[in-house]
């Protein structure tokens, strides 16, 4: 690259960049002036003689691409050379001030000479810790001895994606390409244009319900995103009602009318949980009442929700009550939740701190209008995220 083209179009900065480890280059090196346009559109329009650019051009044709990224916020540029010889990748950073959509940033280094050397540049923003913002490769590069050579590099926006699982269920969420395997790797960088699939696999006891966020829609286990942005997608699993047991419930009234406790967890809210009645008022067991459900296999809770009943009768609608996680079903501990529930038929959601268990413990307490019913149309639980998990 010419003197001039670097001062009018670039950000001219010289650095060393030894080979790390045993290298075929025997210590020896090769100048490299390294061109790094940081604008889609020059990259695409530019001719530069002998010179190799790195550009895939990944746009869906039907996607309108978002510039989440922007050329102003690079601070920092990384170059990393890896290849035969060299056991440990030769990298080097630099700092960048104002780039402009548009330039050419000029970077001037000694690098390990050889054959099929692969190049990555990345640039990164200035948040603590630092991202990558950008990045651009050059595969299968000779750098032989001699002149200078004269390289150009595209840098492709880089998009983050955040994978999140909620429901009481399990599962793992895995991409092709690599990058994501949650499990324990949650987020992830994929360069712009790339298409990504998702594809969410269940433990054993548990069943995919619904991708939701970013572009992930629909109860299908794979979704497959063209990033265009950084997005979050989550994957709900949970453990089927179909599968939870009755373990227990001191009170259920089957004289009246079909009242089982089975009936707080059916998945159907006409059907009630209702304790007995016994001579009206005076005659029926007063609380506090419960329920403990076995659901099968173990679950990651962080909440639940009371469903009162939906006929119009506030009878057995549970004022104070307590809820209890546990992994046998016989050791219960302290509450993990405990509150006094509104007055009304609206649905009740309660958090708490995640925990896992396969057995679930409702205690009512009282009910809202001091009546010594409890009633219940569905018990249903969760796990809702707080972030990437």
Known sequence: MSTSLQLTLGLLLVVSLPGCGSDSSNGQTVAINLSLVVDARQAQTSFIPSRVVAWIDRWWPSAHPVWAQSVEDIASIQVQITGPGISIPASTTMSVSNPSSGQVIAVSLQAPAGDNRTIVVSAFNAATPPRRIFRGTLSGVSLILGPPVDLEVVLVPVFRVTVQKQGIGSGTITSTPLGIDCGTTCSG?????????????????????????????????????????????????????????????????TVAGDYRGVNGF???????????????????????????????????????????RKDGLPFGWIG?????????????????????FANDATNKQVGFTSTTGQYVRLRALSEVNGNPWTSMAELQLLNLPSGGQ
């Open 266 to 308: 059916d998945g159907v809210t006409e059907t009630i949980w209702l304790t007995q009645v016994v001579n009206g008022f005076n005659g029926s067991p007063p609380p506090p009442h419960e329920i403990q459900i076995n659901l099968g296999s173990s679950a990651n809770l962080n909440g639940f929700v009371y469903v009162p």
């Open 320 to 340: 104070q009550y307590e809820f209890y996680v546990s992994t046998d079903g016989v050791n219960w501990g302290s509450p993990v939740a405990t509150g006094t």
């Open 189 to 253: 960088e994929f360069e712009q244009g790339t298409m990504v699939s998702f594809n969410a696999a269940t433990a054993p006891g548990s069943v995919f319900v619904v991708w939701s966020g970013g572009a992930c829609s629909g109860a299908i286990p794979m979704c497959t995103v063209v990033f265009i942005a950084n997005q979050t997608v989550t994957a709900t699993f949970t453990i089927p009602n179909t599968n939870w047991k009755l373990k227990f419930v001191d009170s259920e009234e």
